[in-house]
């Protein structure tokens, strides 16, 4: 699978821990950056992966933080991105089935590389239940959601 795979600072070492295990299991990997552990911003990953994803280059990506709130919260301000944070297998594989996450957001300060390792092949393992009427309303009932919001007057688009 074509993947995307970026960090801040405080995530460039577990990202290169994952990056490495991705491509020994097969993958493809485009690291788009950070490179090193000078401090950096949160947002410039999170966005780096949305817009390659949203151009289509990869088919699903990876964010890394220090807590992981931070990429989560700015990736899924772009649309078409459904970044979940996951630091259990559960979690990682539902996130796809049930709401076709695209995103795996990993805390590097709050997990290990193996851990890590084994939630991001438990999130690339799984498919979206498309044959589910309930996981398919629900999916659409969000892109709806992201429709009304989408052009920043989705407040006013309610009166």
Known sequence: ??????????????????????????????????????PSDYPDAAERVGLALTRKEAE?????????????????????????????????????????????????RIIGSALAFEVVDSFLGAEFSATEERFVRRFNKLQAIEARYRCGDGAANQA
Request: aromatic letters at 4%.
């Open 1 to 38: 699978m074509k993947l995307v795979i970026s960090s801040d600072h405080a995530g460039f070492p577990l990202k290169e821990e994952v990056r490495a295990h991705l491509a020994k299991a097969g993958h493809e990997v485009v690291d788009l950056g950070v490179y090193n552990t000078e």
């Open 60 to 108: 699903r990506g990876i964010l890394i933080c220090g807590s992981g709130v931070g990429v989560c919260v700015a990736a899924n301000k772009i649309p078409g991105i459904r970044a979940g944070m996951c630091h259990d297998t559960y979690s990682a594989h539902q996130g796809v089935e049930h709401d076709d996450m695209n995103v795996v957001v990993l805390g590097a």
